[in-house]
């Protein structure tokens, strides 16, 4: 079966021109904030590629609804945006005090699905129409223009809104293009997009890229900063079922940089450069199926050990029969 990755590199450029705000003074940014917008950032451009709602409203409605991914509904249900069920809504539900007491909430298995839902919400619903007659650049319009239509019942959502675009310079992802789809091998492409910065003294580039590497005759590709599944899933366009199976985890898993992660079923056994592991400070069970691109089930089986074994540095364990 092909593989359909797509692999995102991400430009800063110095152009200051961008910056509606230059000049004004900027209020102090919240760490916490700065890491959701980091983390979530490229789901919100694609959402804006494919839906054309600007991804800075999408990000400051993530923000202010979820409070940066730490309210309960983002938390329980991965609802980011506060949707609530509506009478068509056949998914998931979850009850949470609202405008009135105990309101039902959507919930949604990834976050993915919660910003696709939103993009639909808005997109589909004839109460929003006229939002995407506005400029996509135009994030005040968009801001209040939600307000206006009845997204919240807080008097003061829209200026809510600007506020967090305007403090966090999130306009400039909405003026992110892709310049360039190359392919590589077969189905596989790198893809460029472009995001003007905003501070003409930024003090470097930052790169952000899928690469695809291969051990044991298996593709796999290495986690980034913040990284998770939902993303790799994202952007491999497989199905987040299919790619936890492929790893052995759950969704609840925890990425570090430089994990692997594998996009192909593991072997059963390690390849032929080595029959055994030394086992390192900090490695798991787990950990070392990974490096190997070998199930989890055959270093049980082959070491003739339970799951419940802890390795300890040092220990010698069989990798093939």
């Known amino acids: 079966m092909k593989l359909y990755i797509r692999l995102f590199f991400i430009s800063l450029l110095f152009a200051a021109n961008f910056s509606p705000v230059q000049g004004q003074k900027k209020k102090a940014r919240n760490p916490e904030y700065e890491q959701y917008i980091e983390k979530y950032k490229i789901l919100a451009i694609k959402q804006q590629q494919e839906y054309r ?16 991914g730490n309210s309960r509904l983002a938390r329980q249900a991965n609802n980011h945006f506060g949707i609530k ?33 939103h993009s639909l919400f808005l ?6 129409v006229s ?5 996509l650049y135009d994030y005040k319009g968009w801001a209040h223009g939600l307000q206006k239509c009845g997204y919240a019942t807080d008097k003061s959502y829209g200026s809510k809104l600007v506020n967090l675009i305007e403090t966090y310079d999130l306009y400039k992802y909405d003026r992110a293009k892709v310049i360039e789809k190359t392919p590589i091998i077969d189905d596989i492409y790198e893809i460029k997009i472009n995001i003007p910065e905003t501070n003409r003294h930024h003090p470097a580039v930052t790169n952000w890229r899928r690469r695809i590497h291969e051990t044991n ?50 072997r059963k056994y390690a390849g032929k450069d080595s029959d055994m592991h ?17 199930k989890l089930n055959s270093l049980y089986k082959l070491n003739k050990i339970k799951e419940s074994y802890t390795p300890k540095p040092g220990d010698t364990l069989k990798i093939r029969k």
């Open 131 to 135: 939002l995407f007659s506005l400029d």
């Open 278 to 294: 030394v086992v390192k400070n900090g490695e798991s069970l787990h950990s070392i199926s990974q490096l190997y691109g070998m």
């Open 217 to 266: 005759g298996i593709h796999y590709i290495e986690a980034q900063e913040n990284d998770s599944y939902e993303f790799v899933a994202y952007d491999t366009r497989m199905k987040l079922k299919r790619l936890l199976k492929y790893n052995e985890v759950t969704k609840e898993h925890k990425l570090k940089a430089g994990d692997r992660i594998y996009l192909q079923g593991k």
């Open 53 to 68: 709602i600007p991804s800075s409203i999408t990000l400051a409605q993530g923000l202010l609804e979820s409070g940066a």
């Open 123 to 128: 997109a589909k619903r004839k109460y929003y």
């Open 85 to 117: 069920c509506k009478p068509e809504w056949s998914g998931g539900r979850i009850y949470h005090d609202d405008d009135e007491k105990n309101e039902c909430f959507r919930t949604y298995k990834t976050v993915e699905e919660s910003y696709t839902d």
